[in-house]
Protein backbone atom coordinates (compact mmCIF):
# COMPACT_ATOMS: atom_id res chain seq x y z
CA UNK A 1 0.00 0.00 0.00
CA UNK A 2 1.60 3.81 -0.93
CA UNK A 3 1.58 6.82 0.97
CA UNK A 4 -1.56 8.49 1.93
CA UNK A 5 -1.60 12.16 2.80
CA UNK A 6 -2.67 12.95 6.00
CA UNK A 7 -2.97 15.61 8.22
CA UNK A 8 -0.98 15.41 11.61
CA UNK A 9 -2.01 17.96 15.00
CA UNK A 10 0.62 17.51 17.85
CA UNK A 11 -2.11 18.82 20.48
CA UNK A 12 0.12 21.29 21.61
CA UNK A 13 0.01 23.57 19.17
CA UNK A 14 -2.94 24.82 16.64
CA UNK A 15 -0.28 24.33 13.82
CA UNK A 16 -1.77 21.56 11.23
CA UNK A 17 1.40 19.22 9.49
CA UNK A 18 1.11 17.62 6.06
CA UNK A 19 1.96 14.22 6.94
CA UNK A 20 1.95 10.79 4.75
CA UNK A 21 1.01 7.98 6.47
CA UNK A 22 1.23 4.15 4.99
CA UNK A 23 0.78 0.46 7.07
CA UNK A 24 4.58 -0.19 8.37
CA UNK A 25 5.94 -3.29 7.27
CA UNK A 26 4.48 -6.23 8.92
CA UNK A 27 1.43 -4.66 9.49
CA UNK A 28 1.99 -4.02 13.20
CA UNK A 29 1.83 0.04 13.60
CA UNK A 30 0.94 3.34 11.28
CA UNK A 31 4.12 4.67 9.81
CA UNK A 32 3.52 8.61 9.68
CA UNK A 33 6.14 10.52 7.92
CA UNK A 34 6.79 14.12 7.89
CA UNK A 35 8.19 15.18 5.05
CA UNK A 36 10.72 17.69 4.60
CA UNK A 37 10.75 18.19 8.40
CA UNK A 38 12.69 14.06 8.72
CA UNK A 39 9.55 13.32 11.15
CA UNK A 40 8.40 9.57 11.70
CA UNK A 41 6.43 8.29 14.12
CA UNK A 42 4.97 4.61 14.27
CA UNK A 43 2.12 4.00 16.45
CA UNK A 44 1.03 0.64 17.10
CA UNK A 45 -1.97 -0.62 15.82
CA UNK A 46 -4.09 -2.19 18.77
CA UNK A 47 -3.26 1.54 20.50
CA UNK A 48 -5.11 3.74 18.04
CA UNK A 49 -8.63 4.88 18.35
CA UNK A 50 -10.60 6.52 16.32
CA UNK A 51 -11.59 9.88 18.67
CA UNK A 52 -15.58 10.59 20.03
CA UNK A 53 -17.42 13.28 18.31
CA UNK A 54 -14.98 13.43 15.34
CA UNK A 55 -16.92 11.37 12.85
CA UNK A 56 -17.34 12.31 9.19
CA UNK A 57 -18.54 10.42 6.48
CA UNK A 58 -15.09 9.95 4.10
CA UNK A 59 -12.75 10.93 7.23
CA UNK A 60 -11.50 9.47 10.43
CA UNK A 61 -9.39 11.11 13.07
CA UNK A 62 -6.99 8.86 15.31
CA UNK A 63 -5.27 9.34 18.52
CA UNK A 64 -3.12 6.93 20.97
CA UNK A 65 -4.35 5.39 23.99
CA UNK A 66 -2.68 3.25 26.45
CA UNK A 67 -4.27 0.19 28.10
CA UNK A 68 -4.31 -0.17 31.28
CA UNK A 69 -6.69 -3.64 31.88
CA UNK A 70 -8.70 -5.23 29.95
CA UNK A 71 -11.52 -2.67 30.62
CA UNK A 72 -9.88 0.71 31.04
CA UNK A 73 -7.35 2.83 28.95
CA UNK A 74 -5.95 6.18 29.04
CA UNK A 75 -4.75 8.83 26.41
CA UNK A 76 -1.33 8.46 25.59
CA UNK A 77 -0.87 11.24 23.27
CA UNK A 78 -2.31 14.29 22.40
CA UNK A 79 -1.32 14.53 18.94
CA UNK A 80 -4.18 13.49 16.25
CA UNK A 81 -4.18 12.14 12.45
CA UNK A 82 -7.23 12.85 10.28
CA UNK A 83 -7.10 9.98 7.68
CA UNK A 84 -9.53 10.61 4.12
CA UNK A 85 -8.03 7.30 2.28
CA UNK A 86 -10.66 5.48 1.84
CA UNK A 87 -8.57 1.97 1.47
CA UNK A 88 -6.06 2.70 4.01
CA UNK A 89 -9.77 3.73 6.61
CA UNK A 90 -10.85 0.17 5.40
CA UNK A 91 -7.08 -1.53 6.30
CA UNK A 92 -7.22 -0.13 9.72
CA UNK A 93 -10.94 -0.92 10.18
CA UNK A 94 -10.25 -4.21 9.63
CA UNK A 95 -6.70 -5.01 11.62
CA UNK A 96 -7.71 -2.57 14.75
CA UNK A 97 -10.76 -4.75 16.54
CA UNK A 98 -10.88 -1.71 18.94
CA UNK A 99 -10.60 1.38 16.84
CA UNK A 100 -14.10 2.52 16.99
CA UNK A 101 -14.29 1.60 21.02
CA UNK A 102 -15.27 4.50 23.38
CA UNK A 103 -12.82 4.41 26.16
CA UNK A 104 -13.61 4.87 29.30
CA UNK A 105 -11.65 7.07 32.17
CA UNK A 106 -10.04 5.51 34.56
CA UNK A 107 -11.29 4.78 37.57
CA UNK A 108 -9.62 7.54 39.97
CA UNK A 109 -10.45 5.93 43.21
CA UNK A 110 -7.11 7.32 44.63
CA UNK A 111 -7.37 10.79 43.18
CA UNK A 112 -10.78 11.13 44.36
CA UNK A 113 -9.49 9.78 48.23
CA UNK A 114 -6.72 12.31 48.03
CA UNK A 115 -8.63 15.16 46.66
CA UNK A 116 -11.63 14.54 49.67
CA UNK A 117 -8.46 14.37 52.34
CA UNK A 118 -7.41 17.49 51.02
CA UNK A 119 -11.33 18.84 51.16
CA UNK A 120 -11.52 18.10 54.72
CA UNK A 121 -8.18 19.05 56.05
CA UNK A 122 -8.95 23.07 54.33
CA UNK A 123 -12.13 22.61 56.48
CA UNK A 124 -10.36 21.57 59.33
CA UNK A 125 -8.18 24.47 58.83
CA UNK A 126 -11.14 26.95 58.55
CA UNK A 127 -13.13 25.91 61.51
CA UNK A 128 -10.43 25.17 63.92
CA UNK A 129 -7.33 27.64 63.42
CA UNK A 130 -8.48 30.19 60.59
CA UNK A 131 -11.99 31.12 62.25
CA UNK A 132 -11.26 31.24 66.08
CA UNK A 133 -8.50 33.69 64.49
CA UNK A 134 -11.05 36.01 62.80
CA UNK A 135 -13.54 35.89 65.55
CA UNK A 136 -11.50 36.81 67.97
CA UNK A 137 -10.02 39.87 65.57
CA UNK A 138 -13.78 41.16 65.22
CA UNK A 139 -14.70 40.51 68.72
CA UNK A 140 -13.07 43.70 69.75
CA UNK A 141 -13.63 45.30 66.56
CA UNK A 142 -17.18 44.64 66.14
CA UNK A 143 -19.30 48.23 67.66
CA UNK A 144 -21.41 47.62 70.61
CA UNK A 145 -24.39 48.33 69.26
CA UNK A 146 -23.90 45.70 66.28
CA UNK A 147 -22.75 43.69 69.11
CA UNK A 148 -26.34 44.02 70.88
CA UNK A 149 -28.19 43.49 67.48
CA UNK A 150 -26.20 39.95 66.94
CA UNK A 151 -26.24 38.97 70.67
CA UNK A 152 -30.58 39.07 69.63
CA UNK A 153 -30.15 37.31 67.00
CA UNK A 154 -28.18 34.83 68.56
CA UNK A 155 -30.86 34.24 71.64
CA UNK A 156 -33.04 33.60 68.82
CA UNK A 157 -31.37 31.03 67.83
CA UNK A 158 -31.06 29.53 71.39
CA UNK A 159 -34.51 29.58 71.25
CA UNK A 160 -35.12 27.32 68.06
CA UNK A 161 -32.14 25.06 68.95
CA UNK A 162 -34.64 24.58 72.63
CA UNK A 163 -37.50 23.43 70.13
CA UNK A 164 -39.63 27.07 70.51
CA UNK A 165 -42.16 26.86 67.35
CA UNK A 166 -42.45 31.22 67.64
CA UNK A 167 -39.84 33.37 69.28
CA UNK A 168 -40.67 34.50 72.43
CA UNK A 169 -42.88 31.51 73.62
CA UNK A 170 -40.45 30.60 75.80
CA UNK A 171 -39.92 33.77 77.51
CA UNK A 172 -41.36 33.19 81.20
CA UNK A 173 -42.73 37.07 82.19
CA UNK A 174 -44.91 37.07 85.17
CA UNK A 175 -44.99 39.86 86.68
CA UNK A 176 -43.54 39.32 89.99
CA UNK A 177 -41.02 37.31 88.89
CA UNK A 178 -39.85 40.04 86.57
CA UNK A 179 -40.03 42.57 89.53
CA UNK A 180 -37.50 39.85 91.78
CA UNK A 181 -35.36 39.41 88.78
CA UNK A 182 -34.53 42.92 88.00
CA UNK A 183 -34.13 43.65 91.61
CA UNK A 184 -31.35 41.14 91.61
CA UNK A 185 -30.12 42.64 88.68
CA UNK A 186 -30.48 46.14 90.28
CA UNK A 187 -28.23 44.72 92.88
CA UNK A 188 -25.52 43.08 91.08
CA UNK A 189 -24.73 46.02 89.16
CA UNK A 190 -24.65 48.74 91.83
CA UNK A 191 -21.40 49.61 92.21
CA UNK A 192 -20.06 47.67 88.94
CA UNK A 193 -19.06 49.81 85.92
CA UNK A 194 -20.71 47.99 83.05
CA UNK A 195 -19.98 48.23 79.00
CA UNK A 196 -23.55 47.18 78.33
CA UNK A 197 -27.38 47.73 79.14
CA UNK A 198 -27.88 44.42 80.78
CA UNK A 199 -30.67 41.74 79.08
CA UNK A 200 -31.78 39.32 81.58
CA UNK A 201 -34.72 36.69 80.56
CA UNK A 202 -36.20 33.73 82.09
CA UNK A 203 -36.49 30.16 79.42
CA UNK A 204 -39.16 28.40 80.24
CA UNK A 205 -37.14 25.22 79.94
CA UNK A 206 -35.63 22.33 83.00
CA UNK A 207 -32.28 22.35 81.56
CA UNK A 208 -30.38 23.23 85.18
CA UNK A 209 -28.11 26.17 82.45
CA UNK A 210 -27.50 29.64 82.03
CA UNK A 211 -25.16 31.15 79.41
CA UNK A 212 -24.21 34.27 78.08
CA UNK A 213 -24.87 36.05 74.27
CA UNK A 214 -23.03 38.98 72.79
CA UNK A 215 -23.85 42.45 73.90
CA UNK A 216 -25.18 42.02 77.66
CA UNK A 217 -27.57 38.98 76.83
CA UNK A 218 -27.75 36.70 79.61
CA UNK A 219 -30.79 34.00 79.79
CA UNK A 220 -31.09 31.74 82.71
CA UNK A 221 -33.51 28.41 81.96
CA UNK A 222 -36.19 27.49 84.81
CA UNK A 223 -34.25 24.36 85.70
CA UNK A 224 -31.82 26.52 86.83
CA UNK A 225 -34.32 28.29 89.16
CA UNK A 226 -35.45 25.01 90.79
CA UNK A 227 -32.50 23.75 91.44
CA UNK A 228 -30.83 26.75 92.70
CA UNK A 229 -30.84 26.38 97.14
CA UNK A 230 -31.28 29.72 96.93
CA UNK A 231 -31.01 33.27 95.60
CA UNK A 232 -27.31 33.79 96.41
CA UNK A 233 -26.59 30.74 94.09
CA UNK A 234 -28.56 32.15 91.24
CA UNK A 235 -27.04 35.64 91.70
CA UNK A 236 -23.72 34.20 91.74
CA UNK A 237 -24.37 32.27 88.19
CA UNK A 238 -25.60 35.12 86.30
CA UNK A 239 -22.93 37.29 87.58
CA UNK A 240 -20.56 34.84 86.18
CA UNK A 241 -22.23 34.78 82.58
CA UNK A 242 -22.21 38.67 82.59
CA UNK A 243 -18.05 38.49 83.51
CA UNK A 244 -18.12 36.32 80.43
CA UNK A 245 -20.14 39.09 78.71
CA UNK A 246 -18.08 41.81 80.00
CA UNK A 247 -15.11 39.85 78.65
CA UNK A 248 -16.75 39.67 75.21
CA UNK A 249 -16.12 35.84 75.25
CA UNK A 250 -19.85 35.15 74.27
CA UNK A 251 -18.93 37.27 71.36
CA UNK A 252 -15.90 35.68 70.23
CA UNK A 253 -17.94 32.17 70.87
CA UNK A 254 -20.55 33.27 68.67
CA UNK A 255 -18.94 34.36 65.96
CA UNK A 256 -16.89 31.17 65.89
CA UNK A 257 -20.14 29.76 66.25
CA UNK A 258 -21.51 31.11 63.14
CA UNK A 259 -18.45 31.33 61.02
CA UNK A 260 -18.53 27.00 61.86
CA UNK A 261 -22.74 26.92 61.19
CA UNK A 262 -22.20 28.81 57.84
CA UNK A 263 -19.14 27.10 56.86
CA UNK A 264 -21.00 24.18 57.39
CA UNK A 265 -24.32 25.06 55.86
CA UNK A 266 -22.36 25.43 52.69
CA UNK A 267 -20.64 22.19 52.92
CA UNK A 268 -23.51 20.16 53.50
CA UNK A 269 -25.63 22.14 50.75
CA UNK A 270 -27.99 23.80 53.14
CA UNK A 271 -29.11 26.61 51.36
CA UNK A 272 -31.84 27.70 53.89
CA UNK A 273 -29.44 28.35 56.40
CA UNK A 274 -32.01 26.13 59.02
CA UNK A 275 -29.50 23.53 59.95
CA UNK A 276 -26.56 26.52 60.56
CA UNK A 277 -29.08 28.57 62.91
CA UNK A 278 -29.93 25.56 65.00
CA UNK A 279 -26.07 24.44 64.85
CA UNK A 280 -25.29 27.90 66.14
CA UNK A 281 -27.60 27.87 68.72
CA UNK A 282 -26.86 24.74 69.80
CA UNK A 283 -23.01 25.29 69.82
CA UNK A 284 -23.73 28.80 71.80
CA UNK A 285 -25.63 26.41 74.45
CA UNK A 286 -22.81 23.92 75.16
CA UNK A 287 -20.52 27.10 74.91
CA UNK A 288 -16.87 25.97 76.80
CA UNK A 289 -14.48 28.83 77.35
CA UNK A 290 -11.29 28.26 78.49
CA UNK A 291 -9.15 27.36 82.17
CA UNK A 292 -8.09 31.29 82.32
CA UNK A 293 -11.92 32.59 80.56
CA UNK A 294 -13.85 30.46 83.32
CA UNK A 295 -11.00 31.84 86.13
CA UNK A 296 -11.56 35.78 84.60
CA UNK A 297 -15.44 35.21 85.10
CA UNK A 298 -15.59 33.58 88.53
CA UNK A 299 -13.23 36.69 90.19
CA UNK A 300 -15.47 38.66 88.03
CA UNK A 301 -18.65 37.80 89.97
CA UNK A 302 -16.91 37.47 93.31
CA UNK A 303 -16.28 40.82 92.58
CA UNK A 304 -19.44 41.47 91.80
CA UNK A 305 -20.86 40.13 94.72
CA UNK A 306 -18.22 41.70 96.95
CA UNK A 307 -19.44 45.00 95.97
CA UNK A 308 -23.47 44.38 96.23
CA UNK A 309 -22.91 43.08 99.78
CA UNK A 310 -23.88 39.76 98.94
CA UNK A 311 -22.01 36.46 100.32
CA UNK A 312 -19.94 34.34 97.75
CA UNK A 313 -21.29 31.30 99.95
CA UNK A 314 -24.27 30.65 97.28
CA UNK A 315 -21.64 30.73 94.67
CA UNK A 316 -19.63 28.00 96.93
CA UNK A 317 -22.48 26.06 97.52
CA UNK A 318 -23.56 25.61 93.67
CA UNK A 319 -20.40 24.64 92.76
CA UNK A 320 -20.09 21.97 95.66
CA UNK A 321 -23.35 20.34 94.57
CA UNK A 322 -22.58 20.73 90.72
CA UNK A 323 -19.08 18.62 91.68
CA UNK A 324 -21.08 16.53 93.28
CA UNK A 325 -22.27 15.43 90.10
CA UNK A 326 -19.39 15.74 88.08
CA UNK A 327 -18.68 11.69 87.82
CA UNK A 328 -22.32 11.21 86.64
CA UNK A 329 -22.95 9.93 83.05
CA UNK A 330 -25.79 12.73 82.94
CA UNK A 331 -24.28 16.12 83.59
CA UNK A 332 -26.86 18.99 84.46
CA UNK A 333 -26.48 21.12 81.68
CA UNK A 334 -24.06 23.86 83.17
CA UNK A 335 -21.56 21.20 84.61
CA UNK A 336 -21.25 20.05 80.77
CA UNK A 337 -20.45 23.81 79.60
CA UNK A 338 -18.91 24.82 82.59
CA UNK A 339 -16.48 22.39 83.96
CA UNK A 340 -16.41 22.65 88.09
CA UNK A 341 -13.49 22.07 89.92
CA UNK A 342 -12.52 21.73 93.66
CA UNK A 343 -10.68 24.78 93.31
CA UNK A 344 -13.33 26.87 91.63
CA UNK A 345 -15.99 26.24 95.18
CA UNK A 346 -13.01 26.70 97.53
CA UNK A 347 -12.07 30.14 96.30
CA UNK A 348 -15.79 31.19 96.74
CA UNK A 349 -16.13 29.55 100.21
CA UNK A 350 -12.56 31.61 100.75
CA UNK A 351 -13.71 34.63 99.87
CA UNK A 352 -17.17 34.66 101.71
CA UNK A 353 -14.81 33.84 105.07
CA UNK A 354 -13.31 37.34 104.13
CA UNK A 355 -16.73 38.90 104.07
CA UNK A 356 -19.00 40.60 106.70
CA UNK A 357 -22.59 42.45 106.52
CA UNK A 358 -23.66 40.54 103.72
CA UNK A 359 -27.48 40.58 103.20
CA UNK A 360 -29.40 37.84 100.77
CA UNK A 361 -29.71 39.16 97.57
CA UNK A 362 -33.50 38.89 97.32
CA UNK A 363 -36.03 38.22 100.67
CA UNK A 364 -38.02 34.92 100.90
CA UNK A 365 -40.93 36.16 99.06
CA UNK A 366 -39.06 37.49 96.23
CA UNK A 367 -37.27 34.70 95.86
CA UNK A 368 -40.23 32.44 95.61
CA UNK A 369 -41.89 35.01 92.80
CA UNK A 370 -38.38 34.73 90.72
CA UNK A 371 -38.83 30.74 91.34
CA UNK A 372 -42.81 31.34 89.73
CA UNK A 373 -41.42 33.43 86.75
CA UNK A 374 -42.68 30.92 84.07
CA UNK A 375 -45.59 30.35 86.02
CA UNK A 376 -48.12 32.61 83.98
CA UNK A 377 -48.16 35.88 83.55
Known sequence: MLPSPARYYDGTSAARRDVRVMLAEGGGALTILGGAEGMREDWPLPMLRALPGQVVPGQLVLTLYQPQNTRDAVPLSPARLTIRDPELIAALRARCPRLMRRERRPRATGRILKRGGLAVGAVAMMLFVILPRMADTLATLLPIEREVA???????????????ADLGALDCDAPAGRDALDLMVARLSDGTDLSYDLQIKVLNHPMVNAFAAPGGHVVLMRGLL?????????AAVLAHEIGHVEARDATRHALRAAGSAGLLSMVMGDVTGGAAAVFLGEQVLQASYTREAETEADLFALGMLGRAGVSSQGMADFFDGLAEEEGDIALPGYLSSHPVSAARADRAAAHADGQSGTQPILDAAAWQDLQSICDGG
Do not use: H, K, Y
Request: avoid cysteine; glycine fraction near 12%; proline fraction near 4%.
Open 150 to 164: FGRAVVSQIEMALGA
Open 226 to 234: DEASGPDAV
